[in-house]
């Protein structure tokens, strides 16, 4: 018996039943301190996947919800948001395009190694990730474009509209933007809705009443056929006959032919002093012309669709004169007339915003400024040639206007498309705000990229959760 009660009473094993007891809990509580860092872990890596979907569907210039969905979908995939899950039970992809903002948020499952002994076999993770396009201020954006005849080449008038729309997409995704497009060249058509305003002298209709009849030289010598003419310096094929002497003239099977030529929404340089300049539109007016030209400017707008269908409208008309779209460009930035949807630029300054003029031509000026209507002068005079002195005039007067304009605290942006002149490249680099913002594009496939590379640098994504 005496042995029995002292074996009760002893307490030299307590230490080990303690221990025995306790280390279930211990382990248990070292085992969810390894799964909450491989949980940690996960976060980080399902953080990142969220991110990079986040900021690739926010890039993207797709608008359809479907489209955008796919884009950011991919983004996951590709970063690894199933890894080390058990399953992603949500992923929530929302484009609010009146904000600007893009959001992902993915929901996973992952499996744990050692809390499943207490009954705990999955942890729940979520990663939120929101990214807000463009810049907090208003942004101005006028694309003058080249839409001159040689763009009709290897359908370059096609892949500008494909770059052009792109690029609207990805900035025009708030209500802050504004965006205009300046189709340019010789000639510039403002549109007929233009017709009643104070700064544009509209012409009179001109009733015509010519004799026309077929006309045969029989006295005809020195002659030639050129097979091959040109047209803003692209060759088509012509058959025009060439004579040093050319003799009187017969008519026969004559009749007269009457025609009225009226305006159509084009305009003209204004005079001399005025080349490089846009001021006193109210009293040193533009004068329109019965001349036809391509498709009308679109002035500053938050309609999206009003730009893209503008840009679907341009074709290929007449030849290079890159001083008009930059005076139009500039016109169209500027609150005062003759366009009037400009925020003064003090107001855009103070609000954080800006104002940028994106140039693009195919060529190097091949025309003067034209100044006179084709119907009341000689075409082939000085204000419509193609001589040298022509293009040297025209060359000095873009790199006027480009620091005229550079020093209104306007941002220019410069693309050339299949453009080896090193006189033009020069001319342009220049033109442009800083080096980085001067494109030389030599391919449909450059292009694309060079206008996707500033719809990026004027929206600048940036993560915001």
């Known amino acids: 018996m005496t042995h029995i009660t002292d074996f009760c009473r002893s307490r030299s094993g307590n230490v080990a039943i303690v221990f025995a007891l306790s280390i279930v809990p211990l382990l248990l509580a070292v085992g969810a301190g390894v799964d909450m860092v491989r949980v940690n872990q996960a976060q980080t890596l399902l953080q990142a996947a969220a991110d990079a979907a986040a900021l690739g569907g926010g890039a993207s210039s797709d608008t359809s919800e479907q489209k955008l969905q796919q884009v950011a979908t991919k983004y ?37 190694s050692f809390m499943m002994l207490a009954g705990i076999s999955t942890v729940n993770v979520t990663a939120i990730s929101e990214v807000k396009r463009g810049s907090n201020g208003p942004l101005e954006l006028v694309l003058a474009l080249d839409t001159t005849y040689s763009m009709i080449e290897n359908d370059k008038i096609g892949t500008l509209k494909t770059a052009a ?43 015509d009443n010519y004799k026309s009849c077929d006309w045969s030289y029989p006295d005809k010598s020195g002659c030639s056929i050129q097979t091959t003419c040109y047209s803003d ?72 669709a009003e730009v893209t269908a503008a840009i679907d409208a341009l074709s290929p008309n007449g030849n290079t004169y890159i001083p008009s779209g930059l005076i139009w460009g500039w016109n169209m930035l ?27 031509t195919d060529g190097a000026n091949t025309m003067a400024p034209r100044t006179g209507d084709y119907y009341y002068t000689d075409p082939y005079n000085a204000n419509r040639g193609t001589s040298a002195s022509d293009s040297s ?27 080896s002149d090193p006189n033009i490249q020069s001319l342009l680099h220049d033109c442009a705000s800083d080096p980085d913002k001067s494109y030389v594009a030599d391919s449909a496939a450059e292009l694309l990229t060079a206008f996707n590379d500033i719809g990026a640098s004027l929206t600048k994504l940036r993560l915001t959760k």
Not at 252 to 271: A, H, L
């Open 233 to 304: 310096g692209v060759p088509y094929s012509c058959n025009q006959e060439n004579c040093s002497y050319w003799g009187p003239v017969v008519e026969s099977n004559c009749k007269i032919i009457n025609y009225v030529y009226s305006f159509k929404g084009c305009v003209m340089s204004r005079p001399d002093a005025y080349h490089a300049s846009i001021s006193d539109a109210d009293t040193v007016h533009y004068d329109g012309t019965t001349w036809d030209c391509g498709a009308p400017i679109q002035e500053l707008t938050k309609v999206k």
């Open 165 to 207: 729309t792109n690029l609207v997409n990805s900035v025009m995704t708030n209500d802050n933007v504004k965006v205009g497009v300046v189709p340019f060249a010789d000639y510039l058509k403002v549109g007929m809705k233009y017709a009643g305003k104070s700064w544009l002298n509209v012409p009179a209709d001109i009733h």
């Open 393 to 419: 005039y025209a060359d000095g007067m873009t790199a006027t206007l480009c620091t005229k304009i550079k020093a209104e605290g306007i941002i220019v942006y410069t693309v050339l498309f299949d453009v």
């Open 334 to 360: 500027t609150p005062q007339e003759p366009l009037t949807e400009a925020a003064p630029a003090g107001a855009v300054n103070a609000k954080g915003g800006k104002k940028v003029l994106v140039l693009m």
């Open 76 to 112: 996951l995939d590709a970063n690894g948001a199933d890894r080390d899950f058990a399953g992603v039970s949500a992923r929530k992809i929302k484009n609010v395009s009146g904000t600007g903002v893009f959001s992902v948020e993915v929901k996973g499952a992952m499996h744990t």
